[in-house]
């Protein structure tokens, strides 16, 4: 027996503007209102088959500074920097983590300040 992760549950302010914000940058959906959030998930998806669903938990005390845990992302069916100004233009801001500018992702944040990167390697867009 084994474990498989299928939610990532992250604490927000917002999570109908976060949503907008996740459901354009990964293609998904709200799939589930739950009491406290949203649950946005792949189209068409069925809990537990394909990526993890991604619950947007409102709670007026997000956690501040950085996460232990956090978001990368690839482009899919594109290249880093084309997908770059997508995000940028969807709201995301540069984020600086102490990077050195030799790295092959790009530090970001969400309209609320979580962080996230935007790695090199396109995979597939299905």
């Known amino acids: 027996m084994a474990c498989r992760i299928t939610e990532l549950v992250l604490d927000c302010r917002d999570p109908d503007r ?9 293609g ?3 799939v589930g209102h739950e009491p ?16 993890p669903t991604l619950v947007l938990a409102q709670t007026d005390h997000p956690r501040a ?20 100004a997508r995000l940028l233009a969807l709201g995301a801001r540069p ?5 050195t ?5 790009v530090v970001l ?3 609320e ?14």
């Open 101 to 105: 500018g030799e790295e092959s992702w």
């Open 36 to 51: 406290d959030g949203l649950e946005l998930g792949p189209p068409g998806g069925r809990f537990g088959e394909g990526p």
């Open 28 to 30: 998904y959906e709200v």
């Open 18 to 26: 976060l949503a907008e914000f996740w459901c354009a940058v990964l």
């Open 65 to 84: 500074g950085k996460l232990p845990l956090h978001l990368d992302v690839s482009p899919a069916g594109g290249d880093q920097e084309t997908e770059l």
């Open 109 to 111: 944040q969400d309209p």
């Open 113 to 126: 300040g979580n962080e996230f990167c935007l790695l090199r390697t396109e995979v597939s867009a299905s």
């Open 95 to 99: 984020a600086d983590v102490g990077q």
